[in-house]
């Protein structure tokens, strides 16, 4: 049996986020949710920033969560700004990174949605 | 010795239609090239690039004459500099207007004096090309006095106890 073990950043990684709004009846559709990761991504890192390539695997209108895949060496610039957004539209608005793992599996069952039965 | 250790960029502003002078506000010089730079880093690298950038960021010498400016950063920054100056679109006149210009980097060097050694040496090698730019004789006799003073070396003393041998 054969160990691989490698040291560079993992090629992408995946985030589960949702985007939160103050005003509860706001919903966007996935292509207003990507300009708002944009215009995250622009006013922290600029131009330069914003063209890091970011692509939404799913995408779910009414909970406004998605899962979002970008290359390994941007990660944590996209969670930065994700998370330092707070404005979109003059709307307040939160982003929640829920799950950040280089592995696509990983956000498929995490422990963190074990349901553990309390008797 | 712990200190901080910058880099010096040496850039040439060339106007579309070859100003001869820049005619800027005075006072306003240095800060007029300052907020174009840090409004163009605030553009391509963001609120990220501006806190990087701003502590080391300082114009350290602009001629009006050569159109030459000399601007300094932090050595761990070096890149973010020159990766923003060519974007320079425009910078503003004296009178509110916008004009066209483009910044060419031409040295990057690790103290002002490295980079004043360069430029003299650049001026040196710059001179005779100006030379075949020159209308009228007596331009051209001027331009090849200046080039003729530039480049006079300092002859050495002579040495009274040395015996001379003839050869």
Same mark, same amino acid.
């Given at each position: 049996?054969?160990?691989?073990?490698?040291?560079?950043?993992?090629?992408?990684?995946?985030?589960? /986020?949702?985007?939160?709004?103050?005003?509860?009846? /706001?919903?966007?559709?996935?292509?207003?949710?990507?300009?708002?990761?944009?215009?995250?991504?622009?006013?922290?890192?600029?131009?330069?920033?914003?063209?890091?390539?970011?692509?939404?695997?799913?995408?779910?209108?009414?909970?406004?969560?998605?899962?979002?895949? /970008?290359?390994?060496?941007?990660?944590?610039?996209?969670?930065?700004?994700?998370?330092?957004?707070?404005?979109?539209?003059?709307?307040?608005?939160?982003?929640?990174?829920?799950?950040?793992?280089?592995?696509?599996?990983?956000?498929?069952?995490?422990?963190?949605?074990?349901?553990?039965?309390?008797? | 010795? &712990?200190?901080?250790?910058? *880099?010096?960029?040496?850039?040439?502003?060339?106007?579309?239609?070859?100003?001869?002078?820049?005619?800027?506000?005075?006072?306003? !010089?240095?800060?007029?090239?300052?907020?174009?730079?840090?409004?163009?880093?605030?553009?391509?690298?963001?609120?990220?690039?501006?806190?990087?950038?701003?502590?080391?960021?300082? &114009?350290?010498?602009?001629?009006?004459?050569? *159109?030459?400016?000399?601007? !300094?950063?932090?050595?761990?920054?070096?890149?973010?500099?020159?990766?923003?100056?060519?974007?320079?679109?425009?910078?503003?006149?004296?009178?509110?207007?916008?004009?066209?210009?483009?910044?060419?980097?031409?040295? &990057?060097?690790?103290?002002?004096?490295?980079?004043?050694?360069?430029?003299?040496?650049?001026? !040196?090698?710059?001179?005779?090309?100006?030379?075949? !730019?020159?209308?009228?004789?007596?331009?051209?006799?001027?331009?090849?006095?200046?080039?003729?003073?530039?480049?006079?070396?300092?002859?050495?003393?002579?040495?009274?106890?040395?015996?001379?041998?003839?050869?």
């Amino acid at each position: 049996m054969k160990r691989i073990v490698s040291k560079d950043d993992a090629p992408y990684y995946y985030l589960k /986020v949702s985007l939160e709004f103050e005003d509860e009846t /706001v919903a966007v559709d996935i292509l207003t949710f990507r300009t708002v990761i944009m215009k995250a991504m622009m006013s922290m890192y600029g131009e330069v920033g914003a063209a890091i390539q970011i692509d939404i695997l799913k995408y779910e209108g009414e909970t406004m969560s998605a899962i979002l895949r /970008v290359a390994g060496s941007s990660a944590v610039k996209l969670w930065g700004a994700l998370t330092l957004l707070s404005y979109y539209d003059e709307k307040p608005c939160a982003f929640r990174v829920h799950q950040v793992s280089p592995f696509l599996m990983a956000l498929a069952s995490s422990s963190r949605q074990l349901l553990m039965s309390t008797v | 010795m &712990v200190r901080f250790k910058h *880099r010096y960029v040496l850039a040439e502003i060339e106007f579309g239609n070859d100003l001869l002078i820049y005619n800027l506000v005075q006072q306003g !010089r240095r800060n007029v090239l300052y907020a174009a730079v840090r409004d163009i880093v605030e553009q391509l690298h963001g609120s990220y690039g501006i806190g990087l950038l701003t502590p080391g960021l300082s &114009v350290k010498y602009i001629n009006e004459y050569t *159109r030459m400016v000399m601007v !300094r950063c932090r050595r761990e920054h070096l890149k973010l500099l020159t990766s923003a100056i060519p974007f320079i679109k425009h910078l503003p006149d004296g009178k509110g207007g916008q004009l066209l210009c483009f910044l060419r980097t031409l040295h &990057v060097g690790g103290s002002i004096r490295a980079c004043q050694k360069w430029l003299i040496q650049h001026n !040196r090698q710059v001179l005779p090309t100006l030379l075949l !730019r020159c209308t009228g004789e007596e331009e051209k006799s001027r331009m090849r006095k200046s080039i003729f003073d530039s480049n006079i070396v300092k002859e050495e003393p002579w040495n009274a106890g040395s015996t001379e041998t003839a050869t």
